[in-house]
């Protein structure tokens, strides 16, 4: 992780996971892994959010949920899809009511693997995101010069 | 004159770990009535059981939800197990229920924290995930996994536990009590938290039979009931058991209830681990033993949140051709509904979390 010019907030929605994930993303916030030493906020409020956690996979009713949260943030931003179900739908890939991964909704950024994807691989993906938001926030001010 | 007006409550909040819709109808403030909306976690992971075979869907069945899902895996291999009459050694009995019994801390811990979270109390929220870890650390040492423990299989246990390690897991939660006493103790005194959290959300006993409530829940309006009392596996090995309850009914009962099993679960595994048998811990049955066409069975057991319901039937092939769980939250559902009833809507987030909803686990 490079330097960033703000600290990033994010925002945690849970797809249909089956919990796993979820837990291990609010454990990464907590004491032992803390990723708010990064100086990252959890936040309810997807127009305070600059990342986006999702965890497990999109169905037919979340899918608009996803979708909408994803609207309402304000660019720049990025998508993280947190374990494997987000990824590509996991071992629910075959079940009726999985639409696939996250990516089916909304374009992902990062992957992060794993079943439950492990903290430390959350804090990565988080990191690589933040990255990615400083380039998407480099770009955007070029385009504003330009026009 | 008030005047109805109807608040959308989820599916994205932020005291929400899971997306549950609800409708609040309320009037001035005050819930008339809670109107919910499921399915956002639907992934009809129940259809897969025909497409795995038995040995197979064990992996799928712990993923119905990631808080207990040790709890679902065992329940479905002790249910494929019944059906096909294995008898499994007493040694992998034990070590199911230790494992689920240290599930079941992790699950109250969680949703300890989870509640003071709700109703502000962050260094709580945070103490509480901080002592969670000792168990997931001996999760990670004896299975290997922190979450996912894929540990159980049908016919036994996937590898053994050793004494030494059974040794060092008591040790380890000798100091996890008394970390835990201390936050459990200044919390339930706390004047603030008992102001929040006495008589809200009151069920009383007749509600609570009426609308068949189970585990934590229920044991909190006085009611007796638990699985663990039927002496299901090796919790028929225990010298003395008997449910906790409470006669408070409300959301500070609920608590008290959840904390006070804590230690319970704690003495339980130290019983166990001191009287663990030397058998074996079994094995996957070879590839002739199938389910008999037509064959069905159930168990039932305690979950951390309450009973919880496991049907399989079997059609002579590997592949299982039903099955079927009722999970605990599916239960208490309608009586989150009805403790919503009248209540002032800053208290809707205690209430939803005293009943500690698993949403993934209802859905599937
Ligand atoms: S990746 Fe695994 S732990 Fe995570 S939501 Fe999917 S099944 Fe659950």
Redesign the interface.
Same mark, same amino acid.
């Given at each position: 992780m490079g330097y960033s010019s703000k600290s990033p907030w994010l925002i945690h929605?849970?797809?249909?996971?089956? +919990?796993?994930?979820? /837990?291990?993303v #609010?454990?990464s916030m907590? !004491? #032992?892994y803390d990723i708010e030493r990064f100086g990252i906020i959890n936040?309810?409020? !997807?127009k305070h959010a600059d990342i986006f956690l999702v965890t497990?996979?999109v +169905?037919h009713? +979340?899918i608009n949920?996803v979708k909408e /949260?994803y609207d309402q943030m304000l660019e720049p931003k990025v998508v993280v899809a947190c374990g494997i179900c987000a990824c590509t739908g996991g071992?629910?890939r075959?079940?009726?009511?999985?639409i696939g991964g996250v990516d089916k909704a909304i374009p992902v950024d990062v992957y992060a693997p794993g079943?439950?994807v492990?903290p430390e691989t959350i804090i990565d993906a988080v990191l690589k995101a933040v990255d990615i938001l400083d380039e998407k926030a480099k770009k955007m001010k070029a385009e504003k010069g330009r026009g | 004159m008030a005047r109805k007006t109807i608040l959308p409550f989820g599916p994205q909040h932020p005291v929400l770990p899971e997306p549950v819709h609800l409708d609040l109808v309320v009037e001035d403030e005050h819930v008339i009535e809670a109107i919910p909306q499921i399915g956002f976690v639907h992934r009809g992971l129940e259809k897969l059981v025909e497409t795995r075979d038995y040995n197979q869907f064990v992996y799928i069945a712990e993923r119905v939800c990631g808080i207990c899902s040790f709890g679902h895996g065992y329940g479905y291999a002790s249910a494929t197990e019944k059906l096909l009459g294995l008898e499994i050694p007493r040694r992998a009995q034990y070590l199911r229920a230790i494992l689920e019994e240290l599930s079941r801390i992790h699950s109250h811990l969680l949703w300890l924290g989870l509640l003071a979270d709700a109703f502000g109390f962050e260094s709580l929220f945070n103490h509480c995930w901080r002592l969670r870890e000792t168990i997931l650390d001996i999760f990670q040492r004896t299975c290997g996994a922190r979450i996912i423990l894929s540990i159980v299989i049908v016919g036994g246990m996937a590898h053994d536990i050793d004494d030494s390690e059974l040794k060092a897991i008591c040790e380890k939660l000798d100091t996890l009590k008394r970390d835990y006493r201390e936050i459990v103790d200044t919390m339930m005194n706390d004047s603030s938290v008992k102001s929040r959290l006495c008589g809200v959300g009151y069920i009383s006993f007749e509600d609570a039979m009426e609308l068949s409530m189970v585990g934590p829940f229920a044991k909190a309006s006085g009611i007796e009931h638990d699985m663990r009392t039927t002496g299901f596996d090796a919790y028929g090995d225990l010298d003395h058991f008997e449910p906790i309850i409470s006669n408070e009914c409300d959301c500070y009962g609920r608590c008290k209830v959840r904390c006070a099993e804590v230690y319970q679960s704690i003495d339980i595994i130290k019983e166990l681990v001191a009287k663990i048998p030397h058998d074996g811990i079994g094995k996957k049955p070879g590839p002739k033993v199938l389910p008999p066409d037509g064959g069905q069975s159930h168990v039932l057991i305690e979950q951390p949140r309450g009973e919880a319901f496991y049907y399989v039937r079997g059609n002579g092939t590997k592949n299982i051709e039903r099955f079927r769980m009722r999970t605990p939250t599916s239960q208490n559902l309608a009586g989150m509904v009805r403790a919503l009833q009248g209540v002032e809507v800053a208290d809707v987030p205690m209430i939803i979390l005293t009943i500690d909803p698993c949403i993934s686990c209802t859905e599937r």
């Open positions: 929605y849970d797809g249909s996971s089956c +919990n796993g994930c979820d /837990i291990e #609010l454990d907590m !004491p #032992l936040t309810g409020n !997807p497990g996979s +169905n009713q +979340n949920v /949260i071992v629910f075959d079940c009726y009511n999985v079943c439950a492990r | -």
